[in-house]
């Protein structure tokens, strides 16, 4: 099993920023990707980004690239989202997912552990 723990949620204005963080403990690699997905009330579990188990391949959402930063830190089994210039439609539970291997996919359907979520609510 793996556990995954967020932080970092909270409230911030529109162009201000917020760093989530996501540790994960048990029987995990570091070689597996890690990713961040969002959801939105009344809507499904979108793809943010995702990151390689070696942290050289990243990908984002087109409507967070160049604002959103993923990075990992395999010493310590985290992940982190540096989210900057955010905007109201950026609201929504921020979740971290742990892939079941060293795919990196952008569907939710090829990752195996989640964590609780985090809020993140942008006023205007």
């Known amino acids: 099993q793996v556990q995954l723990v967020e932080s970092g949620g909270g409230l911030v204005q529109a162009g201000g920023s917020l760093r989530l963080s996501c540790a994960a403990s048990g029987r995990t690699s570091s070689n597996f990707a890690m990713a961040w997905f969002r959801q939105a009330p009344g809507k499904g579990r979108d793809f943010v980004s995702v990151?390689?188990?070696?942290?050289?391949?990243?990908w984002y959402a087109d409507s967070v690239k160049g604002r959103f930063t993923i990075s990992r830190d395999n010493a310590k089994n985290t992940v982190t989202l540096q989210m900057n210039s955010l905007k109201p439609e950026d609201t929504a539970v921020y979740y971290c997912?742990?892939?079941?291997?060293?795919?990196?996919?952008?569907?939710?359907?090829?990752?195996?552990?989640w964590g609780q979520g985090t809020q993140v609510t942008v006023s205007s």
């Open positions: 990151i390689s188990g070696s942290g050289v391949s990243k």
């Open positions: 997912a742990v892939g079941r291997s060293a795919y990196v996919s952008t569907s939710y359907q090829d990752y195996g552990y």
